[in-house]
């Protein structure tokens, strides 16, 4: 098989992938969002639902109606930690902190995917297909950013006023 074909092959492939695990993701971050215990998480989720919509609908629109392709079992791996992070008896600090702990490997495993998949894209100067991806690395990277941010004001004082805010807070009023 010619390598040009390859490529293509490899790329058809990664696409295939993202959009099995884009449509995981979508499937499980409805009960995801009903798991956050604060308001801002919650909405903070309901917002990246809506994107992930978006992109789930961009990559069909690149790859087309997809009879048959494997399963993203990277993402299947996640959504089960998620999932049963979610079942753990927590206070709503701690509880929230887990759960976008554990989100956290689904946002990086779609930054790869997608920088992956742009980058086969450029090389086979697949222009369209490589602009579409590029919209949606930029959103997952941001999203990744801002949960990291969440994760760490959520376990600090984030500029609270009082000991009792964040995570290290409740740490100082144990001890």
């Known amino acids: 098989m010619p390598r040009l074909l390859r490529l293509q092959t ?20 409805p009960d995801l969002t009903q798991a956050a ?3 801002h998480l919650a909405r903070w989720m309901e917002e990246l639902t809506e994107r992930t919509f978006h992109q789930h609908d961009r990559l069909l629109a690149a790859v087309g109606p997809v009879t048959r392709s494997r399963r993203c079992r990277a993402m299947t791996s996640v959504i089960r930690d998620l999932e049963a992070a979610t079942r753990q008896p927590t206070d709503s600090l701690v509880g929230d902190v887990a ?13 790869c995917a997608y920088r992956t998949a742009h980058t086969l894209a450029r090389i086979l100067m697949e222009d369209g297909v490589a602009r579409l991806l590029a919209r949606s690395l930029v959103e997952e990277e941001r999203d990744d950013q801002e949960l990291s941010s969440m994760i760490v004001d959520s376990c600090t004082d984030g500029g609270a006023t009082g000991p009792s805010q964040g995570l ?4 100082h009023s144990l001890i």
Do not use: F, H, Y
């Open 37 to 39: 215990r604060s308001l």
């Open 10 to 29: 490899l790329l058809a492939e990664e696409l295939k992938l993202l959009l099995d695990a884009e449509s995981q993701w979508l499937q499980a971050l």
């Open 168 to 171: 290290s807070g409740q740490i």
């Open 99 to 111: 759960l976008m702990v554990k989100l956290q490997p689904a946002l990086c495993l779609q930054v």
